[in-house]
């Protein structure tokens, strides 16, 4: 429960206050733990110095998993460690048993990259764990610069600083051996494999060297690079850009930069349509550096790995820019629908303004739904007349979805030239088209209103509804205006229409004409009347609603009722009471229900009024018990406003509706609102039992509770519950509730 809790508060993580978040860090099972590091991360950086020192948690190997894999990425999109978060973070790797191992290496080398070289070797010359935290990442980054650092170290105290340092001394003097091939061996005829993988790491080591922070080092590295022949460079290369280590490939495209290498473009390509950001940023660069023929460099997508084709397409875009549009285009007859779609993207993205014929061809013609609705956004970026001539045609399409994003891609305000179109999507039997169709229609309210009123008459009923919202949404006073002109029609199902929309209209006008189709001799406009006044819930319309109440219809009435119980005006009140009363049991269900869902002060307030005059309380409590359990939050309300005068007889009704035993329940609600409110019916309904309850509830966590329980006691009077009450005056911590028990005390104890 903790955990899905957890995760369920990741999307609003950054709402959360930091006590929580520590809190759930500290959580007893690591898997709940695991789940809190996730929801910290998503905070940014604000738990970084919590975050950190948990990397190094063995102990805790969800725990641990879930900082690997969250916070490398985390502090390299950030702004680094500040100096008490890596020295929480060094420390915690440094007191790891063991070095870190396969799986920690990965992670820790991002980490290592994110935190930054300098920041690291400076941490070399710690006199503490963190100069061996320092070390455990430096060797896992691997560039020459941190392995250079770490060969500084083969005098240091520790064994294990030793050994890397040792290592770091004898890598850096292999590359810097000068770079002779090894003799043939006898047996060879050419190149045998052992050369040529000498010759691979040879590069490899030559290659990395290039980001080496000597400048000597990188001009001979360079150099060195120069002189291989371009062949086995070009194969080190298409190798390297797609080997697993992290950094390989990313120095691959630096050295096809360096020489240029045309042939490398489709490897270069393929892995560069595989990374983002950062990452991909070596890879563009080089391949806007080779000398290549922009339809040469289209053409290597032949060689991208499939499920790739599509990324590489936006990728050429960003390298090669409208150059590539031509070559591009010719990829609409792609056999996979993902390249096609892609290519529409990268259409759409140029904003050229041949690329909506294009579209419109793929539009017409392609196999693809998918395809065909990626065209439609291209030509969706067209001029208004040729949207609307595309789209014509689109809506002809076999495929709903397509239709659908045809009706959605219509220019904003094309006013009556799309009229046409909005009414044969109207007419369409899937949802998702006419549904589309919606918000233009409504966005024609303001210049075509006959248009607008035509698509309401001839709409289903459901069309018809989510319309009428969609118009209100966009212009209610020109809703409105389209209500009014229609009121008075000759037919009754245009008049209830007018005044469905009436209702959403919300001016004085509509109220008015909804009071006036108050008196339509079609029970159905009636009928809609009464429900559009309860959306506008306008003061204004209770007398004419309340009037209502008499009409022959039942639904008219039921109507009615609705309506009145969402008027914010006491002037209901009388009405609603009255329709309790009525000869139809579905009217007086519903009065019964809105009351109750009322339930506010004025509704209390009115039921204590009727309660309290003698010559309206049998027909008030006739009334209560008629409505029986529903009644139940009134009566306590009415307790919560009536005079004391008024206790014994709401007490009794209570005891006969529901009886006692339901508000005892209610004193183990979690709401101290609800007990208190029990406790309050309790002490009306009264007896023994009464006063046990309430001098249980003296020990209620709440003080308002307490107070309850305290003023109960003394209007039950019982005496012997005086010494209880006494305890409270010399123990309770809340004045308030003392000062009560005090008050109370003076009742049971006079003397």
């Keep these: 429960m903790r955990k899905q809790a957890l995760a369920a508060l990741e999307a609003q993580a950054d709402l ?19 789940q809190a590091v996730r929801l910290a991360a998503a905070r940014g950086e604000r738990d970084l110095a919590t975050l950190l020192p948990l990397l190094g948690a063995r102990h805790s190997p969800l725990t641990q998993q879930a900082a690997l894999e969250v916070l490398p990425e985390l502090v390299s999109r950030g702004s680094g460690a500040d100096d008490e978060q890596l020295t929480g973070a060094l420390n915690a790797i440094a007191r790891m048993e063991s070095p870190p191992n396969d ?13 930054g070289l300098s ?55 292999e590359l810097e051996r000068p770079a002779t091939p090894p003799p043939p061996h006898p047996e060879a005829d050419g190149t045998s494999q052992v050369e040529q993988a000498a010759e691979g790491e040879m590069i490899t080591a030559l290659a990395r060297a290039l980001g080496d922070p000597d400048d000597g080092v990188r001009e001979r590295a360079g150099a060195a690079l120069t002189d291989v022949d371009r062949s086995v460079m070009a194969s080190w290369v298409n190798e390297a850009a797609r080997s697993d280590d992290p950094d390989l490939p990313q120095i691959a495209a630096q050295v096809a930069e360096l020489r240029g290498l045309t042939e490398s473009a489709p490897a270069l390509l393929d892995r560069g349509a595989a990374l983002h950001g950062e990452r991909q940023e070596p890879f563009r660069r080089a391949l806007s550096s080779i000398p290549i023929e922009t339809d040469q460099l289209v053409r290597a997508l032949d060689s991208v790995t499939r499920e790739r084709k599509p990324a590489a397409v936006h990728f050429l875009w960003e390298v090669a820019g409208r150059a590539a549009l031509p070559a591009l285009e010719q990829r609409l007859g792609d056999p996979d629908p993902d390249v096609r779609i892609a290519v529409l993207e990268v259409l759409a993205n140029s904003g050229e303004p041949d690329s909506a014929q294009a579209a419109t061809r793929s539009l017409t013609s392609d196999s693809s739904p998918a395809v065909r609705t990626a065209a439609i956004a291209v030509v969706a970026r067209g001029s208004a007349d040729e949207r609307v ?25 094309a006013g009556s030239a ?60 020109r809703v409105a205006d389209l209500a009014l002109q229609h ?253 009560t028990a005090r008050s109370v005390l003076t009742v049971l104890r006079p003397a």
């Design 16 to 34: 959360l206050p930091d006590a929580s978040v520590q809190q759930a860090l500290q959580d007893p099972d690591d898997e709940v733990r695991s």
């Design 103 to 115: 799986t920690e290496a990965a992670p820790f080398a991002e980490l290592a990259r994110g935190l």
């Design 119 to 173: 920041s690291l070797t400076d941490q070399l010359h710690a006199t503490d764990d963190r100069r061996l935290g320092a070390a455990r990442l430096l060797a896992l980054e691997g560039s020459a610069g941190a392995i250079r650092a770490l060969s500084e170290l083969t005098a240091d105290p520790l064994d294990e600083i030793r050994t890397s340092a040792q290592q770091a001394s004898a890598h850096i003097a």
């Design 389 to 413: 001539h595309a789209l014509t045609q689109a809506l002809a399409d076999p495929d709903p979805s397509v239709r659908a994003a045809a009706v959605s891609a219509l220019p904003v305000g």
């Design 418 to 477: 799309a009229s046409e179109l909005l009414t044969r999507a109207l007419d369409d039997l899937d949802d998702r088209v006419w549904r589309a169709a919606l918000p233009h229609l409504a966005s024609l309210a303001t210049e075509d209103l006959d248009t607008v009123w035509g698509a309401l008459t001839k709409t289903r009923p459901e069309q018809r509804s989510e319309l009428i919202d969609a118009l209100a949404r966009a212009d209610p006073v």
């Design 487 to 739: 009121a008075q029609a000759p037919d009754p199902e245009e008049r209830r229409l007018a005044v469905a929309l009436a209702g959403q209209g919300g001016t004085e006008a509509s109220v008015q004409a909804c009071i006036q189709a108050l008196q339509d001799p079609v029970a159905d406009v009636r009928r809609q009347a009464a429900s559009s006044l309860g959306k506008i819930k306008s003061p204004q319309a209770a007398q004419s609603l309340g009037g209502s109440l008499s009409d022959p219809d039942p639904g008219v009435r039921e109507q009615v009722v609705r309506a009145l119980g969402v008027i914010d005006s006491e002037a209901v009140l009388g009405f609603l009471v009255a329709a309790l009363q009525d000869p139809s049991k579905e009217v007086r269900e519903t009065a019964s229900q809105v009351l109750t869902e009322w339930s506010s002060p004025a509704v209390a307030r009115r039921l204590a009024g009727v309660l309290a005059t003698p010559a309206l309380r049998d027909q008030a409590i006739d009334l209560l018990n008629k409505m029986g359990g529903s009644a139940t939050e009134l009566l306590v309300d009415v307790l919560l406003h009536s005079n004391p005068d008024m206790v014994p007889t709401i007490g009794n009704l209570l005891q006969q509706i529901v009886g006692m035993d339901h508000f005892v329940e209610r004193l183990n609600s979690m709401d101290p609102k609800i007990r208190r409110r029990a406790m309050t019916a309790i002490a009306a309904i009264g007896g023994p039992q009464a006063v046990g309850h309430a001098l249980a509830a003296l020990g209620d966590p709440d003080q308002h509770v307490r107070t309850a329980a305290l003023e109960s006691l003394g209007a039950l009077g019982d005496p012997n519950s005086a010494d209880a009450v006494a305890r409270v005056v010399d123990s309770d911590p809340i004045p308030e509730v003392a000062e």
